[in-house]
Nanobody
């Protein structure tokens, strides 16, 4: 099993910044990718940013130039720096990790989510 602990959500004004963190622990042999998704009220969960261990980082068009994903591989931690926040960024943000474990095949894990509220 893998545990994900998220932190950093909260209330911020339009134009402000927040930094989300997600630390992974448990039965991790290697990490294929770490990323962030979000779900706004009444909407489907969507990709925000994904950082594979090898390969290109992907961002949603709506956050390009404002959000930056980064990883600390020694700590199995992924961060999301969110700048120039807009009201439409209000959502529950979920950490996602894809890992290899003791059995074949990738394993997908989700954090419990952290609420980001951007007020105008």
């Amino acid at each position: 099993q893998v545990q994900l602990v998220e932190s950093g959500g909260g209330l911020v004004q339009t134009g402000g910044s927040l930094r989300l963190s997600c630390a992974a622990s448990g039965s991790i042999f290697s990490i294929y990718a770490m990323g962030w998704y979000r779900q706004a009220p009444g909407k489907q969960r969507e990709l925000v940013a994904l950082m594979p261990t090898s390969g290109s980082t992907n961002y949603a068009d709506s956050v390009k130039g404002r959000f930056t994903i980064s990883r600390d591989n020694a700590k199995n931690t992924v961060y999301l720096q969110m700048n120039s926040l807009k009201a439409e960024d209000t959502a529950v943000y979920y950490c996602n990790v894809v890992v290899s474990g003791s059995t074949p095949g990738p394993k997908f894990y989700w954090g419990k989510g952290t609420l980001v509220t951007v007020s105008s």
